[in-house]
């Protein structure tokens, strides 16, 4: 049975296994869940979060929209602008993959977002992405 954790562990284990997204990064432990609570976050990173719409019964597909948040503490919005580019390029065409025993599919990108300085003085850009689920 898929869940909102699960399928959120899968997302991460793929983008983990995209060598052009890990090369943009300190390594592949900078992509977490939104909610990681570590006791340091290094920069450049993606969190991953989503919405989870459970399928009806067995027969139907769970949906879910996916948030790509990157993030970045450069001075200008460049580096987080450039990674969720890279980001869109290598979801934007993906018809489905399978990560983790679950298949993703109809998988569509929804919006990429200018970018927002935060709080903490970081900048941040999202990739939103609809997608079904089975498995």
Same mark, same amino acid.
């Given at each position: 049975? %898929?869940?909102?954790?699960?399928?959120?562990?899968?997302?991460?284990?793929?983008?983990? &296994?995209?060598?052009? =997204? =890990?090369?943009?990064? &300190?390594?592949? /432990?900078? %992509? !977490?869940?939104?909610?990681?609570?570590?006791?340091?976050? =290094?920069?450049?990173? %993606?969190?991953?979060?989503?919405?989870?719409?459970?399928?009806?019964?067995?027969?139907?597909?769970?949906?879910?929209?996916?948030? /790509?948040?990157?993030?970045?503490?450069? @001075?200008?919005?460049?580096?987080?602008?450039?990674?969720?580019?890279?980001?869109?390029?290598? /979801?934007? +065409? /993906?018809?489905?993959?399978?990560?983790?025993?679950? !298949?993703?599919?109809?998988?569509?990108?929804? @919006? =990429?977002?200018?970018?927002?300085?935060?709080?903490?003085?970081?900048?941040?850009?999202?990739?939103?992405? +609809?997608?079904?689920?089975?498995?």
């Amino acid at each position: 049975m %898929i869940t909102n954790e699960t399928a959120t562990e899968a997302w991460i284990a793929y983008l983990k &296994s995209q060598t052009s =997204v =890990v090369a943009l990064l &300190s390594s592949s /432990l900078q %992509i !977490k869940e939104l909610e990681y609570q570590g006791d340091g976050f =290094v920069y450049p990173g %993606i969190r991953v979060s989503l919405d989870f719409m459970p399928g009806e019964d067995l027969c139907f597909p769970d949906g879910m929209t996916v948030y /790509l948040d990157t993030f970045s503490e450069q @001075k200008s919005s460049k580096e987080a602008v450039h990674i969720t580019a890279v980001l869109l390029t290598v /979801l934007r +065409n /993906l018809s489905s993959f399978t990560q983790n025993g679950i !298949k993703f599919f109809m998988i569509h990108t929804l @919006k =990429v977002t200018r970018p927002n300085r935060i709080e903490s003085g970081a900048w941040q850009s999202t990739l939103e992405i +609809n997608a079904k689920a089975s498995g």
